[in-house]
């Protein structure tokens, strides 16, 4: 989970402090610095709050490890071209199975 890394490195990207974002965010600085130190996890309401804030997808912030991608791919998502809020690597594959499933 890349979570608090990912929060940490979207924030510093923006050159924003914790009192920034968390005044931003309604939440206190502790609890936004215990986000991104990983010693505390938030719930959904302050989850759907951050993806909104930095416009990414939970998804991408809890799985994808932001700070190992490449600039333009980080640049990409910051513009609003996440795929898993897009939905641009999407295919829809059909296939037909017998009654022997095969």
Same mark, same amino acid.
């Given at each position: +989970? &890349?979570?608090? @890394?990912?929060?940490?490195?979207? #924030?510093?990207?923006?050159?924003? *402090? @914790? /009192?920034?974002?968390? =005044?931003?965010?309604?939440?206190? #600085?502790?609890?936004? =610095? =215990?986000? /991104?130190?990983? !010693?505390? @996890?938030?719930? +959904?309401?302050?989850?759907?709050?951050?993806?909104?804030? &930095?416009? !990414?997808?939970?998804? *991408?912030?809890?799985? !994808?490890?932001?700070?190992?991608?490449? /600039?333009?791919? !980080? #640049? @990409?998502?910051?513009?609003? &071209?996440?795929?898993?809020? #897009?939905?641009?690597?999407?295919?829809?594959?059909?296939? *037909?199975?017998?009654?022997? =499933?095969?």
């Amino acid at each position: +989970m &890349y979570f608090g @890394q990912n929060i940490k490195f979207l #924030r510093k990207r923006r050159g924003l *402090t @914790q /009192e920034d974002v968390s =005044n931003s965010l309604n939440l206190k #600085r502790s609890t936004l =610095n =215990n986000y /991104e130190n990983l !010693v505390a @996890q938030p719930g +959904m309401a302050s989850l759907i709050a951050i993806s909104d804030y &930095y416009k !990414v997808a939970i998804d *991408t912030l809890i799985r !994808v490890d932001l700070p190992k991608l490449p /600039e333009s791919q !980080v #640049r @990409q998502i910051e513009k609003g &071209y996440d795929v898993f809020i #897009r939905g641009t690597d999407l295919r829809v594959l059909a296939t *037909t199975i017998g009654g022997d =499933n095969e």
